[in-house]
Nanobody, 134 residues
Framework: QVQLVESGGGSVQAGGSLRLSCAAS??????????MGWFRQAPGKEREGVAT????????YYSDSVKGRFTVSQDNAKNTLYLQINNLKYDDTAVYYC?????????????????????????WGQGTQVTVSS
């Protein structure tokens, strides 16, 4: 079982920055055997992936829409995932979710990246709201 708790959302003006956090508690699984991801869902839209990271190696993957503005990182000592969002845009307004799946694959251990498919992830946080005003 993996429990995820997001924090750090809020209301900011366009051009501002936020850092979202996702604290993971995995009583059975080691933190360094997780594909973790950040997803977001805007009002009236489907949930979409923005970034993933494999905690065993730190390999990251970003959607094209956020490359250069979003940075995903991890702190293994704190079992915490972060999403740094810079130069926020109005279209970034959404509920941001942290997700995880326990996985170990040779391809990931060799530096491969986690996929950004919603169906791959079976543990989800409750979400944190990010609202960007122009």
């Amino acid at each position: 079982q993996v429990q995820l708790v997001e924090s750090g959302g809020g209301s900011v003006q366009a051009g501002g920055s936020l850092r979202l956090s996702c604290a993971a508690s995995a009583s059975t699984y080691p933190f360094n055997r997780l594909c973790m991801g950040w997803f977001r869902q805007a009002p009236g839209k489907e949930r979409e992936g923005v970034a993933t990271i494999y905690t065993g190696t730190g390999s990251t993957y970003y959607s094209d829409s956020v490359k250069g503005r979003f940075t995903v990182s991890q702190d293994n000592a704190k079992n915490t995932l972060y999403l740094q969002i810079n130069n926020l845009k109005y279209d970034d307004t959404a509920v941001y979710y942290c997700a995880a799946v326990v996985v170990w694959l040779p391809s990931l251990a060799a530096g491969g990246t986690c996929r950004m498919e919603l169906s791959d992830f079976n543990y989800w946080g409750q979400g944190t709201q990010v609202t960007v005003s122009s």
